[in-house]
C-alpha cells in the first residue's frame, strides 16, 4: 500500500496567526514530497516540491517566507502558513513520491481545509 | 511549456454504461502517465497508473497507452454511480525533479 496523512484536517484560525500542517507517508519513505492548493472548482495548484534534507523548490509566484517547508524526515513534511489572512483560506494538499524513475507514483493525502477569520 | 489536454466536460453515461475518457499530452519525454479520481471536497486518489504502451486493466477500469500518438486513455466498465467524480489525467517524466501536470480535469456523472 502507500498511505499518505495529513493533520489537521480542517483549522480555523484567526488573521495574523501561523497555521502548521502535516504531510506523512505512514508505508513508504519519501524523499520528495509536494505541497498543492485548491480552491473551490479551480485545479490543483502546485505550491512547491518539498525534498528530505534541503530546502524546498517553490514555484512561480509562491512566497516562501510565507509558505515555510520543512522535510526533515523521510516520511514528515511541514507546510507552515506564516502570518495567515483570509486570502490563504484553501485546501492544502500534500502528496509523496513512492518509487523512483519511470515507475515513479505520487499518492496524494486527504487534504487541510485552512478557514481564516 | 507542457501541456496536458482533457475532453471538456463534463460527461454523462447512465449505469451500466462503458465511460470513455480521453486525454493527450505534449512532451514527448513524459514517461509515467496517471489517472485519479477526485470527489468533490476530497483529494485526489490514484486509479491507474501506466508506463507503457498498451493496455493495462484493473478491475473495471482499464487505461491505455499510446506514446506515439502521445495519448493515453481510461475505460470503465459496467459504471456506477459512485463512479461519478472528476478525473484528472497527469503526466511526468523521469528525473530527480519530475514533477506532475495535470489535466484540467472531466467531470463524469453516472445516472442511475
Known amino acids: 500500500g502507500a498511505v499518505v496523512s495529513q493533520h489537521p484536517s480542517w483549522v480555523i484560525c484567526k488573521s495574523g496567526t501561523s497555521v502548521k500542517i502535516e504531510c506523512r507517508s505512514l508505508?513508504?519513505?519519501?524523499?520528495?514530497m509536494f505541497w498543492y492548493r485548491q480552491f473551490p472548482k479551480q485545479s490543483l495548484m502546485l505550491m512547491a516540491t518539498?525534498?528530505?534534507?534541503?530546502?524546498?523548490?517553490?514555484e512561480q509566484g509562491v512566497e516562501k517566507d510565507k509558505f515555510l517547508i520543512n522535510h526533515a524526515s523521510l516520511t514528515l513534511s511541514t507546510l507552515t502558513v506564516t502570518s495567515a489572512h483570509p486570502e490563504d483560506s484553501s485546501f492544502y494538499i500534500c502528496?509523496?513520491?513512492?518509487?523512483?524513475?519511470?515507475?515513479?507514483?505520487?499518492?496524494f493525502g486527504p487534504g487541510t481545509r485552512l478557514l481564516v477569520l | 511549456q507542457k501541456e496536458v489536454e482533457q475532453n471538456s466536460g463534463p460527461l454523462s453515461v447512465p449505469e451500466g454504461a462503458i465511460a470513455s475518457l480521453n486525454c493527450t499530452y505534449s512532451d514527448r519525454g513524459s514517461q509515467s502517465f496517471f489517472w485519479y479520481r477526485q470527489y468533490s471536497g476530497k483529494s485526489p486518489e490514484l486509479i491507474m497508473s501506466i508506463y507503457s504502451n498498451g493496455d493495462k486493466e484493473d478491475g473495471r477500469f482499464t487505461a491505455q497507452l499510446n506514446k506515439a500518438s502521445q495519448y493515453v486513455s481510461l475505460l470503465i466498465r459496467d459504471s456506477q454511480p459512485s463512479d461519478s467524480a472528476t478525473y484528472l489525467c497527469?503526466?511526468?517524466?523521469?528525473?530527480?525533479?519530475?514533477?506532475?501536470?495535470f489535466g484540467k480535469g472531466i467531470t463524469l456523472s453516472v445516472r442511475p
Open positions: 502528496s509523496a513520491r513512492k518509487g523512483g524513475g519511470a515507475t515513479e507514483t505520487q499518492y
Open positions: 508505508d513508504f519513505q519519501a524523499t520528495t
Open positions: 518539498s525534498n528530505e534534507g534541503s530546502k524546498a523548490t517553490y
Open positions: 497527469a503526466v511526468t517524466n523521469s528525473g530527480a525533479n519530475s514533477k506532475l501536470t
